[in-house]
């Protein structure tokens, strides 16, 4: 039934039906996709949930002030020291920059530092809900317009990091696009040794993207998803890396049946009949544990999975509908030089896979629990792992004019004057609200409330910079004692209060998403091996495998790239790709032993499969892991640190877990892998004989 449904999607007729359905599709998503970088919100304050004191306290805050305005510091810095003329020139500054389209309110300072080497002029721009796009452009502006003779200008405060940011993420849907292709591209002409073959994968990876930038588009203009650079990055990844690997596994299988079928029709119905559930599996596993992210409370990461799972499910129904169009077109000859003859061997039958079966062989027993304890001790570095997030100066690999103003401010004893508490409280109690935030330590004196509409705000500015730990201190004794005054319902908000709120948010997210993951990904498993046991242990195998990728990226992280720490949402990150992907490799490897068992037994199905799909698998894992590490060329720690800890834990699944800790449990534990099901009941209890398995390898099912 199945094989006759994948035959009719790849008949002489309908692959070229599928071919251009397919055409139509990319030609009108591609028209969206270029779209999607103009509906990114990289708003911080878009990323928490409702239920966040600091968003609840912005909601009222707008009585005050406008949502969308942006606090901008202009630092100048001079070692030789500021004269009356330098401070003239930036009062001078100061009348110019309130003439900029988009300021609003007024420009406060120069206010010089004690040392007098350095200053800081506040601006507030507010462009509306696209002020954030905006703010590159409003930064060039400042400096052009700064006029202090001799002196270093920085642009700083929330404008500067938007700034910065938008510098960050520039140009990535081009550059992130091409480097990522680039890498795959190469990976696809080592593992076919083909010039041609390649450029079918590629081709259907484009279609799949386009598609889902497509979609995911509409679903943000119009169904209010939250997509940001991080999202969109990550997409960009998933969806080549992940499209990449489908391709692997049904071009592999499809040379496969074209040695044993002569027409390539019927080899590839096959071909899909047999790849397909793997594929489905694995993508479904995917997609479902992204769906987990919507159990988030940041909105960030709720909005991460129906953006990843789109990506995923357009990629799915691409490869296996486009690709197998494709190469059914194109026929034998897209594999040359080394065209899949039918009647010839399957290569892979002595290959390295097959040395490494009988090595395992040979002590399945102490092969497992050696690599097992290898990686429990690689889990120790988790111990060095800190997520209670990065101040502004830790956030990127290099330096911007953010981070640098920042730090002058620090040097020369100055507090940014834009990253303050702000208390919104019932009118009737500003005095003693005010009065409750005096002398709290790390910020400084408390202005006089603003009243209106019976609501009252106070301001403070805080020591220390916006994501530091010492201002999330702050910011929690500010609430204990403004929350303790009778009667004034006061909430806490301001940049400090977001980094705050969003790190705990973030904490309580790891709480509840890895279990749905885990429990999640061991239900798809039951379903497809129809087992338990054989479950239980791969997504042991896969957690040990992401403990010991965490553990090593720790220390990488600590002493060879000098981090200084981790994003809060990095563990949940982290988790979530390395083991949704990396469950995707024990699941192309055990639906083949299932498969193979059924007549070889247990324990000769699992050396024919891990011969069978050894060099698929471990291609696929380094284009995946490839891939991953193209996000370290974007210059965010974040994405970073994810690239490097997902592209290690990819290559710990394909050549260790996968290939020697699940083989050689397999091999160890035989038929009782399947328990309760009787898949193999009646199977061959002992090792089968080298003649049996060079058999099976040669006449494969």
Request: overall charge negative.
């Amino acid at each position: 039934m199945h094989r006759q449904i994948a035959g009719r999607l790849t008949g002489p007729v309908s692959k070229w039906l599928v071919l251009v359905l397919w055409l139509l599709v990319t030609f009108g998503s591609s028209i969206y996709a270029a779209k999607l970088v103009d509906v990114q919100n990289n708003e911080a304050s878009s990323w928490l949930p409702d239920s966040a004191e600091s968003t609840r306290a912005l909601e009222k805050l707008s009585t005050f002030q406008d949502v969308n305005s942006i606090p901008t510091v202009v630092v100048y810095q001079k070692e030789s020291g500021l004269g009356e003329a330098d401070l003239a020139a930036a009062a001078a500054d100061a009348s110019a920059f309130a003439a900029m389209d988009g300021v609003e309110g007024e420009v406060l300072g120069p206010f010089p530092s004690e040392d007098g080497k350095a200053m800081q002029t506040v601006v507030t721009f507010n462009f509306g809900s696209e002020g954030w796009n905006a703010m590159p452009d409003a930064a060039d502006e400042l400096r052009d317009l700064a006029s202090v003779d001799g002196a270093k200008v920085y642009i700083a405060g929330q404008g500067g990091q938007a700034a910065d940011s938008a510098e960050a993420f520039g140009g990535i849907d081009t550059t992130l696009l091409f480097a990522t292709l680039s890498i795959v591209i190469v990976i696809l002409l080592f593992t076919y040794r083909s010039p041609v073959l390649w450029i079918l994968p590629i081709i259907c990876a484009g279609v799949a993207l386009f598609g889902a930038q497509a979609l995911i588009y509409f679903l943000a203009k119009y169904a209010d998803l939250t997509v940001n650079g991080q999202s969109y990055a990550i997409l960009t990844i998933l969806v080549i890396g992940a499209g990449t690997d489908y391709a692997l596994l049904l071009v592999a299988r499809y040379r496969e049946e074209l040695r044993r079928h002569e027409d390539r029709h019927e080899a590839m119905a096959f071909a899909l009949h047999r790849a397909a559930p793997a594929i489905l599996a694995s993508a479904a596993t995917v997609i479902l544990s992204m769906l987990c992210l919507l159990l988030a409370e940041l909105n960030s990461t709720a909005g991460l999975g129906p953006v990843a799972a789109i990506g995923i499910a357009v990629t799915f129904l691409v490869q296996i509908t486009l690709l197998p169009a494709l190469l059914t077109i194109c026929g034998r000859w897209i594999f040359w030089p080394k065209r899949p003859a039918h009647g010839s061997p399957e290569p892979t039958q002595r290959g390295l896979w097959a040395k490494i079966g009988n090595r395992i062989k040979a002590a399945p027993r102490m092969v497992w629990i050696v690599t097992t304890a290898v990686l429990a001790l690689a889990c120790l570095g988790v111990l060095r792992l800190d997520t209670a997030g990065l101040a502004t100066d830790e956030q990127y690999t290099r330096d911007f004019q953010s981070v640098t103003g920042q730090q002058v401010l620090i040097d020369h004893g100055l507090v940014d004057q834009s990253n303050t508490v702000q208390v919104v409280a019932e009118a009737e109690r500003a005095d003693a609200v005010r009065e409750a935030m005096v002398g709290i330590p790390g910020i400084q004196q408390p202005g006089e409330p603003v009243t209106k509409d019976g609501l009252a705000l106070v301001q403070a500015a805080i020591d220390t910079d916006i994501a530091a730990p010492a201002s999330f201190d702050a910011v929690r004794a500010v609430r204990d004692a403004t929350h303790a005054v009778p009667g004034a319902n006061a909430l806490v908000g301001g940049g400090s209060a977001f980094y705050l709120d969003t790190q705990e948010a973030a904490a309580r997210d790891n709480m509840v998403i890895i279990p749905a993951i885990l429990a999640m990904v061991l239900l798809i498993l039951m379903v497809l091996l129809r087992a338990v046991l054989s479950p239980i242990i791969l997504v042991a195998t896969v957690v040990l495998s992401f403990g010991a990728a965490m553990g090593i990226s720790v220390l990488l992280f600590e002493y060879v790239f000098g981090f200084e720490g981790s994003d809060p949402a990095f563990p949940l990150f982290a988790f979530v790709f390395l083991v949704a992907l990396g469950i995707d490799y024990n699941i192309f490897l055990m639906t083949r032993v299932r498969e193979e068992t059924r007549d070889r037994g247990t324990r000769a199905g699992s050396l024919v499969a891990l011969t069978s799909t050894g060099g698929v698998i471990t291609s696929a894992g380094l284009v995946l892991a490839a891939t991953f590490l193209v996000l370290a060329t974007i210059p965010v720690v974040f994405l970073a640190e994810l690239g490097v800890a997902v592209a290690l834990g990819v290559m710990l699944d394909t050549m260790v877990v996968r290939s020697v800790l699940v083989t050689a449990i397999n091999l160890d534990l035989g038929p009782r892998i399947w328990w309760p099901s009787r898949l193999d009941a009646d199977g061959p209890l002992d090792w089968p004989d080298e003649q049996a398995v060079d058999a099976a390898r040669r006449d494969p099912v």
